[in-house]
């Protein structure tokens, strides 16, 4: 496949902070279209790769590509094209739900911003919310605006960091639609979970980090193939990897 054909592409990318590297030269492909895991015991490097590809932290060095175009570059096409839907809310808590999604819009230019603002209300029936103050809402439910604001410039990649933690199983089975929805839209979805069964049910393309190095990555069939697993094998195998790193 040409580099085009990735959704993102990295080469010997790395990530210091105090002279600790944190992301360690790591040379990862994410295909365009259908769902990456990101797995990795805590403190692996995972957000920090999404922050990097997000745009909001800067490599210290190595090669990023994203949809074929150099991330060096980012150019206001490029910026509409990553979606990252971020551990912990940042939406601004003064703002009903509805000017939340509009304020984003307008920040990428997106046009017509009312109908475009309608059809995503829609989507996430958000009709009896649009009114509420961000500062009022759930937990489920400032996850489900979370990611229905960062769908408004029509992203093609979205990176979504732990979305279901501290959901309850109802509103965490909500937001699993939506990845499923979106994946069969043809979109690119990167997440990151803690949860296996959540990456074995979701996920085409499972990758493993460690200490800011990738272990493997492979496809769940392949995955399948190689270990025979289920939720409790991807688990064990998680558990061994974070400990021994074997
Ligand atoms: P988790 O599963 O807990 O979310 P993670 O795999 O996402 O972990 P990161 O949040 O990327 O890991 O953190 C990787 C390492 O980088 C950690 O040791 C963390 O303390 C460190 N780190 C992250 N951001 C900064 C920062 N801004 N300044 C200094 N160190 C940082």
């Not at 959704?7 to 992301?23: D, F, G, Q, S």
């Not at 809310?89 to 304020?103: D, I, P, Q, Y």
């Not at 958000?126 to 960062?150: D, E, F, P, W, Y």
Request: proline share 4%; glycine share 8%.
């Amino acid at each position: 496949m040409d580099e085009a054909g990735y959704a993102v592409e990295t080469e010997e990318l790395v990530k210091t902070y105090n002279n600790i590297c944190v992301v360690d030269h790591l040379n990862l492909r994410i295909p365009r279209g259908g769902v990456f895991g990101l797995l990795g015991p805590n403190g692996a490097g995972k957000t920090t790769l999404m922050k990097m590809i997000a745009g909001l932290v800067r490599p210290t060095s190595g090669r990023l590509r994203i949809m074929g175009q150099d991330a060096g570059q980012r150019t206001p096409a490029l910026k509409k094209l990553v979606g990252l839907i971020p551990q912990d809310s940042n939406l601004e808590r003064e703002f009903t739900v509805e000017e939340a999604l509009r304020v984003y819009g307008r920040l990428f230019g997106v046009k017509p911003l009312d109908s475009r603002v309608e059809q995503i209300i829609e989507m996430f029936s958000l009709q009896n919310m649009r009114h509420k103050t961000i500062r009022a809402l759930s937990g489920g439910m400032m996850r489900r605006v979370l990611i229905a604001r960062c769908l408004v410039p029509q992203p093609e990649l979205l990176l979504l960091d732990e979305p279901t933690v501290g959901l309850d199983p109802d509103v965490r089975q909500s937001i699993w639609e939506i990845i499923a929805s979106l994946r069969n839209a043809g979109k690119t979805l990167v997440f990151t979970t803690h949860y296996m069964e959540e990456a074995e049910r979701l996920c085409d393309h499972i990758a493993m980090f460690r200490q800011g190095q990738m272990v493997f990555s492979d496809t769940k069939a392949a995955l399948q193939q190689k270990i025979g697993y289920d939720a409790h094998d991807l688990e064990e195998l998680f558990i061994r990897l974070a400990r021994e790193g074997v």
